[in-house]
Nanobody, 124 residues
Framework: QVQLAESGGGLVQTGGSLRLSCAAS????????MGWFRQAPGKEREFLAT????????SYADSVKGRFSISRDNAKNTVYLQMNSLNPDDTAVYYC?????????????????WGQGTQVTVSS
């Protein structure tokens, strides 16, 4: 129903910034709340941020609150994650996901569709 493709990852120095994008195709993008997650080697997949269908509600994990910002442009079928003040602990594969209709959630089980991920590496 929905295909997701992340882009914008790469190598950045400590203290730098990156902007990730997630482009959606398939059914109407605005039907789906969206989330961002990440997974580092040997660690569980970690919730980062979520945004409601029309963008009116956002929430963040405590670990990234104040540094990361989620947004969406439904006309472009795209969700973004702006990441600032990056440090080596942010090194991971970053994933976007589309959730159930309505609301927002930090729970992995809420999300139905997942992208393949984009690598972010932060050097010291």
């Amino acid at each position: 129903q929905v295909q997701l493709a992340e882009s914008g990852g790469g190598l950045v120095q400590t203290g730098g910034s990156l902007r990730l994008s997630c482009a959606a195709s398939g059914r109407t993008f605005s039907n789906y709340p969206m989330g961002w997650f990440r997974q580092a080697p040997g660690k569980e997949r970690e919730f980062l941020a979520t945004i409601s269908r029309l963008g009116g509600t956002v929430s963040y994990a405590d670990s990234v609150k104040g540094r990361f910002s989620i947004s969406r442009d439904n006309a472009k079928n795209t969700v973004y994650l702006q990441m600032n003040s990056l440090n080596p602990d942010d090194t991971a594969v970053y994933y976007c996901a589309a959730g159930q209709r309505g609301g927002t959630s930090s729970d992995i089980g809420y999300y139905v569709y997942w992208g393949q991920g984009t690598q972010v590496t932060v050097s010291s």
